[in-house]
């Protein structure tokens, strides 16, 4: 399972002052932070104007002060090519989507880098189809050009991209189907890789932790192999890596096991064993219910 850290995200007003004014203290902190990831993923956006050359320069920053990976996130094809380029080590490209521009350049410059290729399955003229099996179509579509350009299939993740819970409740239950259908149909198999956060973007920040983590769990279930997650969630990371290693230690994490058997497994949820006297557990399942929309999510769902 490779975890993606989140932290260095354009989209919060502090890191984006702190990459305009290149605060290398701040930045430094943030990859301090995410020394439990596997990779770090560094979302620049459009890194236009005071922005440019600003993947090189946090390149630079994470190589000489960590072994992780980068994952660069840019929608700007020349800043991207400039931080693979400034950088020795493993990486994402995040990412391509099945518009045949975006498509094209993405692929070449995944070969030039050896790099592996996150795919938005989603285009243009689709958005992004509300059936696991619109995004599956979209997937084969961008498979074959990986195909075409030489990439190895185990350097392509797919990702299902995943809807706020509170907005699209059913979207959640096809992100994972399309998750284990992507799974099933490659072969040589490809992978999977979900931005774990959207699924509770809108939901009241306390529950958010647990949505994300009991979602991370049902995905996991469904055979997912990556994940872009908040590192700071070190609860979160744990559950990831003891069901990596298969290593429950208390009934709690009995149940995250059952959760993921149970979608590997095509189960149902209401065949689960829990302990209805223990509030935590209820809430686990509770949460896991409305991810695979059996119940009605609520802002207050884990207070009825």
Known sequence: ????????????????????????RFISELIELQKNMDYIDLNVGPAKKNMEGILPWLAKLVQSSCAQGISFDTTNI????SGLKSFNGKTFINSTSKDIERLEKMTDLAVEFCSNLIALTLSK???IPKTADGRLEIAFEIYEKCLEKGID?????????????????GQALEALNTIQMVK??????VNTVIGLSNVSNGC???????????????AFGAGLDAAIIDAKDEELVRIFRMLEN????????????SLADLIRNFGEIDDIDYDKDSAEQAKIVKTAKILLNKEIYSHSFTQI
């Open 184 to 189: 099933e149909s490659f072969d040589p198999p």
């Open 246 to 257: 298969n290593s429950p230690k208390s009934d709690v994490d009995k149940l995250y096991t």
């Open 153 to 169: 299939s185990e350097k392509i993740f797919f990702d299902p991209l995943i809807l706020p819970v509170c907005v699209e409740q």
């Open 204 to 218: 009241p920040k306390d529950i958010r932790p647990l949505i994300n983590r009991v979602f991370g769990v049902l």
């Open 1 to 24: 399972m490779i975890l993606i850290g989140e932290n260095i995200h354009v989209i919060s007003k502090s890191v984006q002052n702190a990459l305009v004014e290149r605060d290398e």
């Open 125 to 127: 003229e689709t958005g």
């Open 78 to 81: 020349a800043e991207m090519e």
